[in-house]
């Protein structure tokens, strides 16, 4: 803030802020922007009882900071994207898993995508196979295998419009010998409702799929952290994690975490 001692008003009118009042009342009730003495509106507005923080031209990545002594951005908020961050971590972050404590359990075949149980469910009573291709399957159909416990255990309910930021792995083997394996994330539209053949899933999109990653069985566990390649997931939308074996040297446990934030 420049000094104003020894200046005259003209010279320096314009560096002073005021709210926008034709009358000499002051702050009162009424939410009024602040200008600047040449009446440049600021993307401040003040009342009484409420200050706004909103952007005169454009909007921005950093509309608001807070910041410590040393310059440290402690909360900001972004208008472009619609943010708030907390020490640069997006303040609706969350986390959901996904993991089975054998996947022994599934009598898994080579080659082929199974679901992994949401939640941490540890088992599930029987295998939900999604195809064998490069990437799971696309649809299923529950009427076709009469599986609604199954496929109930497997599926994360998306109430909300999410972005996924980051999906991590975890995996071990319970033999000396291992297999190359794999995982993905999927959304699907899924059939919401009580009737037969409610649950089936359509659409299906990959929304994060892991690299090839080789096991040596019980003696390492592997880790893998994968980013998302089409990270919107819309509300109503369920969500699936799978995972994948080139062979059947080990069973794996797999434990799969999901960073995830409102949108």
């Avoid at 659409?203 to 090839?212: L, R």
Wanted: negative net charge; aromatic residues 8%.
């Amino acid at each position: 803030m420049p000094t104003f001692t020894g200046k005259t008003f003209a010279s320096f009118y314009k560096n002073i802020l005021g709210i926008n009042q034709t009358s000499n009342t002051g702050v009162d009730s009424t939410i009024r922007a602040v200008h600047d003495g040449a009446g440049n509106e600021t993307a401040i507005a003040l009342s009484d009882d409420n200050l706004v923080v909103k952007p005169k031209a454009h909007n921005t990545a950093a509309t608001l900071w807070v910041q410590d002594k040393d310059g440290d951005t402690i909360l900001s908020v972004d208008t472009t994207n619609k943010t708030v961050k907390a020490n640069n971590i997006n303040i609706s972050t969350n986390y959901a898993y996904f993991g089975i404590t054998q996947s022994g359990a599934l009598s898994a075949v080579a080659g082929t995508h199974y679901a992994v149980p949401f939640g941490n469910n540890s088992i599930l009573p029987a295998a939900v196979a999604m195809g064998t291709g490069a990437n799971p399957s696309t649809s299923y159909d529950i009427s076709a295998n009469n599986n609604g416990d199954d496929m109930a255990a497997a599926l994360w309910y998306i109430p909300d419009d999410i972005t996924v930021d980051q999906v991590y792995l975890m995996a071990g083997g319970d033999a000396a010998s291992g297999d190359t394996i794999n995982i993905h994330l999927l959304s699907f539209d899924f059939d919401a409702g009580a009737g037969a053949g409610k649950g089936d899933l359509s659409n299906g999109a990959v929304v994060a799929g892991g690299a090839d990653i080789a096991s040596l069985g019980y003696e390492n566990v592997i880790y893998q952290s994968t980013s998302p390649s089409s990270a919107d997931v819309d509300a109503g939308k369920v969500c699936m994690a799978t995972f994948e074996s080139n062979g059947t040297n080990s069973n794996y446990a797999i434990n799969i975490t999901v960073k995830y934030h409102l949108r």
